[in-house]
């Protein structure tokens, strides 16, 4: 082959290739919850409470800080913030943000302690955006102590524990308030296999999520046996309460890719 004809095929190749264009990366997308309790000391009961942040990350690779984090809010409380806790009819109700709720908790001068963040399932995190709707809609009352099978009225506990396709209210009873129901919140879902695994460590989602040096203590949790499927029984889960409600649920905050979240907090 003459050199004039070995640079022209050269050519043609290399036009060829840049014709081509480069595979599309496919985007990766996890999925993590934080549960928190706030509480006085000793607890007091307009100032215990539990709420939980629901986090779906959006990117490729093995760089979180590349991801682009939406984070949801459940933290369920009267609309005038003021928590009666012997108050026998439900009242309004509001879900409030992260920042609103970790400034009312450090106010009424609680503590707060989270367990977190785990990693979930994609089923876990809808249910929880579904919960949300329900919300947002006024479909749900609150009462601090709440019925048991009158789902449409709801502490905060029980506004996080409806998320739970297996077990009911009785399973999330109201002796434990403040740091004690939301570890056991974090307990159940991880035997119910909601929690994929206690023991990854995830905190870069707290400093992503502006959470690193802030005065909220961190909870471990450990591992059961039935989480890791011995004795564990096949149970249907049950349907989600509102099951006709569609509501398009806007994140509490964004966080984009390359970033750091301001709670301004500090």
């Not at 119910?192 to 905190?203: E, F, M, S, T, V």
């Not at 905050?253 to 979240?261: I, K």
Request: neutral net charge.
């Amino acid at each position: 082959m003459s050199r004039r004809c070995s640079r022209s095929l050269s050519f043609a190749l290399l036009l060829l290739t840049l014709a081509v264009p480069a595979a599309t990366v496919q985007a990766e997308t996890y999925h993590f919850m934080t549960v928190f309790g706030s509480q006085c000391q000793p607890p007091k009961g307009k100032y215990v409470h539990s709420f939980a942040t629901f986090v779906r990350a959006t990117g490729c690779g093995n760089d979180w800080s590349n991801y682009h984090l939406e984070v949801h809010t459940i933290s369920w409380l009267p609309a005038t913030m003021d928590i009666k806790p012997w108050k026998m009819v439900p009242e309004e109700g509001d879900n409030y943000s992260l920042k609103q709720t970790l400034c009312w908790a450090w106010t009424n001068g609680a503590d707060v302690k989270k367990w977190g963040p785990y990693q979930i399932s994609c089923e876990t995190y809808q249910r929880a955006l579904h919960r949300i709707g329900i919300m947002n809609q006024d479909l749900l009352e609150y009462q601090a102590i709440d019925p048991i099978y009158r789902t449409e009225i709801s502490n905060c506990i029980h506004a996080i524990s409806g998320i739970d396709p297996y077990d009911g209210r009785t399973r999330y009873p109201l002796v434990r308030v403040g740091y004690s129901a939301s570890e056991h919140i974090a307990e159940v879902f991880l035997e119910n296999g909601l929690i994929l695994d206690a023991n990854a460590n995830h905190c870069w989602l707290d400093r992503r999520m502006g959470l690193s040096g802030l005065p909220i203590e961190t909870g471990t949790l450990e591992v059961p046996l039935v989480q890791a499927g011995i004795g564990r029984s096949n149970r249907a889960g049950a349907e989600v309460q509102f099951p006709d409600v569609r509501v398009s649920v806007c994140p509490d905050f964004t966080v984009p890719a390359g970033c750091r979240h301001c709670l301004g907090l500090r």
